[in-house]
């Protein structure tokens, strides 16, 4: 099984571009979410999905959209990057919300 | 809402010592507590966790100890190895969160 998969693991974008981060799980989860990592900021979440039809804001969840294809994927959208959004972004699921998350490997995004 | 607060931020011992990382929370209703380890450039993964109704969990060289009274946990690791190196994050469900609330990590170096 490959867990949670997340495209792309890199990407640099200029100000003002746009682009869609993928996550796809294969566990069978109900429960999805889209952290930022920032350094000495820990984990903080941008937008989950409790099941599938269902999205919620988190903590940051401003110049971020999101959609819960189906089950097994979860994207999050940059409609305008801007610098403050250079991150390193996580998607995570669990069968219960809250409960035994299994993150996907990254992705690492540089606006300039 | 729920804060969680995590010490030491970063954390030094020599191989062979133990380490102890510790981490406050203000929703006396959370029930749920894991840590997640994340080595350098990798995704977090959780390495033990513990819930309300258990005061103390082990497993091999680690362990969690909770004081519900005192609404604090901590996460011990004994005989450390330099693989030990990396950052550890403490995490709490429950009460009028609905989701995971991470402290901001303890990055721990273990030095041979």
């Known amino acids: 099984n490959a867990g949670v998969t997340q495209t792309p693991k890199f990407q640099v974008l200029k100000t003002g571009q746009s682009m869609t981060l993928q996550c796809a799980q294969d566990?069978?989860?109900?429960?999805m979410y889209w952290y930022r990592q920032d350094p000495g900021m820990g984990l903080r979440l941008i937008y989950y999905s409790a099941s599938e039809g269902t999205t919620d804001k988190g903590e940051v969840p401003n110049g971020y959209n999101v959609s819960r294809l189906n089950k097994r994927e979860f994207s999050l959208r940059l409609e305008s990057a801007a610098p403050s959004q250079t991150s390193v972004y996580f998607c995570a699921s669990s069968e219960f919300r809250g409960l035994g998350y299994t993150f996907g490997s990254g992705t690492r995004l540089t606006v300039v | 809402g729920e804060n969680v607060e995590q010490h030491p931020s970063t954390l030094s011992v020599q191989e062979g010592d133990s380490a102890v990382i510790k981490c406050t929370y203000s929703d006396s209703a959370s029930n749920y507590f894991p840590w997640y380890k994340q080595e350098l450039g990798k995704r977090p993964q959780l390495i033990i966790d513990?819930?309300?109704?258990?005061g103390e969990k082990k497993d091999q060289r680690i362990a969690v100890t909770l004081n519900k009274t005192a609404k604090h946990f901590s996460l011990h690791i004994t005989e450390t190895q330099p693989e030990d190196s990396a950052v550890y994050f403490c995490?709490?469900?429950?009460?009028?969160?609905?989701?995971?609330?991470f402290g901001k990590g303890t990055k721990l170096s273990v030095k041979p």
């Open positions: 566990m069978n989860h109900n429960s």
């Open positions: 995490a709490v469900y429950g009460g009028s969160q609905g989701n995971l609330i």
């Open positions: 513990i819930r309300s109704n258990v």
